[in-house]
Nanobody, 123 residues
Framework: QVHLAESGGGSVQAGGSLRLSCQVS????????MGWFRQASGKEREWVAG????????YYANFVEGRFTISGDITKNTVYLQMNSLKPEDTAMYYC????????????????WGQGTQVTVSS
C-alpha cells in the first residue's frame, strides 16, 4: 500500500552535513505521520525525528535536537532529514517509516519501513 525509499546517505567528516530524503509512493494519503529512525551496529533501532500530516512542526529525540531538521514536501511526496554538525556517534543505518495514524514514535507503532541508507561519520 505504501512504499518508502531512502537516499542521501554517505560518509562525512565530523562536523559535516548530509540531507536524507524519503520518497513515498503508493497510497500516500494513508500516511498520518512520518519518522526517521536509526540503528547502529549492535544497537536497537531508535527514533530520531518525526512529523505529523497537517502540522508543520517537527519532533526530535534529545540527542539530535538543535542539529537535525525534519521537513516534508507534499508536492514531491518526500520527507527530508537535514543533518548538521554530525558526530561519529551519529553513524548508523537511517530508516524512514510511516504510520497509518499518528499514535506515537515507538518503533512498534509504525506500519511501513524503507530499506535504509547508511550514514558514516569519521573523526
Amino acid at each position: 500500500q505504501v512504499h518508502l525509499a531512502e537516499s542521501g546517505g554517505g560518509s562525512v567528516q565530523a562536523g559535516g552535513s548530509l540531507r536524507l530524503s524519503c520518497q513515498v509512493s503508493g497510497h500516500t494519503y494513508s500516511t498520518g505521520s512520518m519518522g526517521w529512525f536509526r540503528q547502529a551496529s549492535g544497537k536497537e533501532r531508535e527514533w530520531v525525528a518525526g512529523i505529523v500530516r497537517g502540522s508543520g512542526s517537527g519532533y526530535y529525540a534529545n540527542f539530535v535536537e538543535g542539529r537535525f531538521t525534519i521537513s516534508g514536501d507534499i508536492t514531491k511526496n518526500t520527507v527530508y532529514l537535514q543533518m548538521n554538525s554530525l558526530k561519529p556517534e551519529d553513524t548508523a543505518m537511517y530508516y524512514c517509516a510511516a504510520n497509518f495514524r499518528y499514535s506515537g514514535w515507538g518503533v512498534a507503532l509504525f506500519d511501513y519501513w524503507g530499506q535504509g541508507t547508511q550514514v558514516t561519520v569519521s573523526s
